[in-house]
């Protein structure tokens, strides 16, 4: 019979709400999920290390890949560190899962005598943070091809695809709905992000963007401080602006040219789908393997395939309810939290036995 998991000790950061979902989502299995928030910091990291760390770079006295006590047991990585090794001695999970886009704890996962699984969920081009870590799991998770095979090829064959996930009780239909927006968009800024905005105030002004940054990146820009709304929706809220979206544009964001394919499929490509929203994104390199590009989705190019992409979708609103049909079906089909809480439960037995 095959080894059962039972508790396992998730450590991520409090948002995007990973953590909530994969605890409902194993919780439906029976298997107890423990959180360890990345957020939780020292008063002294958050109001002297930081503050001096900042001002030091800024006069460019100390490099930015170093930071004043840094060997400090206050200083944040010394103190999740501590926390983490304290929270897996009092809780003695089966299995601890470090979900990664910053790394830590290497001193307290050398000392686990349990199932060590690392999800990388962050650009390609930092896979050597991965590489640097590896010897301390006994499987890693990317969500990214060329990460898989960044890692197969520095002969680390432990590792395999796990892409992002929807939570359909916060991404969902809502009956009612009616369509407000011709496009909207939730992200941080970028330069690539405000080409594709302005190329899409060419096509129409009703347009809604919310993130961090826009404001002091484009605060004089006239045309997209008006349809600039706040730093941040999520919840119930970012799940209404979707369905109240005729289009939702997709911009990965993994430090590339637009045109350029990348890898690693973000959270918009599970999410927007999961309302019934169209969704209208850039080019990733595992998208034709997991949607039916054109049917679930569309892609675009470059900004001016995007403007016309747009444009179509806008004068035929059949194409766009259509596609976000077919996408909500896929989705919610395939690619929810329980898939990914499966995926997790069967390379525990897999490797357990």
């Known amino acids: 019979m095959a080894r059962q998991l039972k508790k396992i000790l998730v450590?991520?950061?409090?948002?995007?709400?990973?953590?909530?979902?994969?605890?409902?989502?194993f919780a439906t299995k029976g298997i107890e999920l423990i959180q360890f928030s990345l957020d939780d910091n020292t008063w002294f990291d958050k109001w002297v290390i930081n503050r001096l760390n900042k001002q030091l770079h800024n006069l460019r006295i100390l490099p930015k890949s170093k930071s004043v006590f840094e060997n400090h047991p206050l200083a944040h990585r010394n103190y999740l560190n501590r926390k983490l090794w304290q929270m897996y001695e009092s809780q003695q999970p089966d299995a601890v899962l470090m979900i990664r886009d910053t790394a830590f704890g290497h001193e307290a996962l050398a000392k686990m005598d349990c199932l060590k699984l690392g999800?990388?969920?962050?650009?390609?081009?930092?896979?050597?943070?991965?590489?640097?870590?590896?010897?301390?799991?006994?499987?890693?998770?990317?969500?990214?091809?060329?990460c898989v095979d960044a890692l197969k090829k520095a002969s680390y064959p432990q590792t395999s695809y796990l892409q992002h996930a929807v939570d359909t009780a916060t991404y969902h239909p809502v009956s009612g709905a009616q369509k407000q927006y011709d496009l909207c968009f939730?992200?941080?800024?970028?330069?690539?992000?405000?080409?594709?905005?302005?190329?899409?105030?060419?096509?129409?002004?009703?347009?809604?963007?919310?993130?961090?940054r826009w404001k002091e990146k484009c605060r004089f820009n006239r045309a997209i401080n008006k349809v600039w709304r706040g730093e941040r929706i999520q919840g119930a809220a970012l799940n209404q602006l979707y369905n109240e979206s005729r289009v939702v544009l997709n911009e990965t964001g993994w430090e590339a040219a637009i045109g350029h394919q990348k890898s690693g499929m973000n959270m918009r490509c599970m999410e927007v789908p999961a309302t019934g929203a169209c969704l209208l994104t850039d080019e990733v390199l595992e998208l034709d393997r997991y949607f039916a590009l054109g049917k679930d989705l569309l892609v675009y190019r470059d900004v001016e395939d995007f403007k016309q992409k747009l444009r179509h979708c806008l004068e035929s609103s059949p194409l766009a309810e259509a596609v976000g049909q077919h996408g909500f079906e896929t989705v919610t089909k395939n690619y929810t939290y329980a898939q990914t809480a499966q995926a997790i439960v069967d390379k525990y037995q897999e490797i357990k036995g």
């Open 186 to 212: 939730v992200g941080t800024y970028s330069e690539q992000r405000q080409t594709l905005i302005e190329a899409a105030l060419e096509v129409t002004s009703n347009i809604v963007i919310y993130g961090p």
């Open 119 to 146: 999800w990388w969920i962050e650009s390609e081009n930092r896979i050597h943070e991965v590489i640097e870590e590896m010897h301390l799991f006994d499987w890693y998770f990317c969500m990214n091809d060329r």
């Open 11 to 25: 450590a991520y950061r409090r948002y995007p709400p990973i953590l909530d979902h994969l605890q409902a989502a």
